[in-house]
């Protein structure tokens, strides 16, 4: 089991530049999680895929933010049209959810930190 | 609406001191669950524990030890003996679960502890 994987690690872009991240998750998890960590705060949620699914996206996600996982393996997270306060750490998630009210355990990536200038 | 509060921004110990993190919750749900995640320098978060509202038991691991009081709505978290290699921020979380799957996958993190262990 290799964990969660993200790349890339850094990204330094331009103000309203594109970026797209990835994520693989943990090989057998169907969930995945995206978060977003600005310095000197926890983590915030922004969306979580059920298999292939989207159900649910905070709304941090603005509608620069897309996020997609096809096929129900790795997961992409893109933003459009970058600003600086879109600088943070972005953090990939993943659980195996069996279901019946029973929380998994959530396995983070090292992440992808997103710098705008 | 759920929160949760780490009132220690910073902690600095010496080498071999214990020293406890608090974590104080709010939510409105009975079933729910609590974590503890450790985030080194390096950036990744590592998972320590995980408790649902119903188990009160106190939890014990090495040199880490959990102390869950549903009556004050706390989950605080000791290191016995620490050493230099547990400098990190600690982030504790909670997850409501609700409905046909479980949670649906909010973990809400306070905004962390920043332990330093000075040898």
């Known amino acids: 089991d290799t964990g969660v994987s993200q790349n890339p690690r850094h990204k330094i872009t331009k103000r309203g530049q594109n970026v797209t991240f990835r994520c693989d998750p943990i090989s057998e998890h169907n969930r995945l999680y995206w978060y977003r960590q600005t310095l000197g705060q926890g983590p915030e949620f922004l969306t979580y895929?059920?298999?292939?699914?989207?159900?649910?996206k905070s709304r941090l996600l603005s509608d620069r933010f897309s996020a997609e996982r096809p096929k129900g393996s790795f997961s992409t997270l893109e933003i459009q049209r970058t600003e600086q306060g879109d600088s943070a750490m972005y953090l990939c998630?993943?659980?195996?959810?069996?279901?019946?009210?029973?929380?998994?355990?959530?396995?983070f990536g090292p992440g992808t930190r997103l710098t705008v200038l | 609406a759920q929160k949760v509060t780490q009132a220690q921004t910073e902690i600095s110990v010496v080498e071999k001191e214990d020293v406890t993190l608090d974590c104080v919750y709010e939510t409105r749900d009975t079933t729910y669950y609590l974590f503890w995640y450790k985030q080194p320098p390096s950036g990744e978060l590592v998972f320590l524990i995980r408790r649902n509202s119903f188990d009160e038991q106190n939890e014990i691991s090495g040199r880490y030890s959990w102390n869950f009081q549903k009556s004050t709505s706390s989950f605080n978290f000791t290191i016995t003996a620490s050493q230099v290699v547990d400098s990190a921020v600690y982030f504790c979380a909670l997850s409501e679960a609700s409905g046909y799957g479980g949670s649906q996958g909010n973990l809400i993190f306070g905004k962390g502890t920043k332990l330093s262990v000075k040898p």
């Open positions: 895929f059920q298999n292939e699914a989207q159900l649910e």
């Open positions: 998630a993943s659980s195996l959810t069996s279901g019946g009210g029973y929380t998994d355990t959530q396995y």
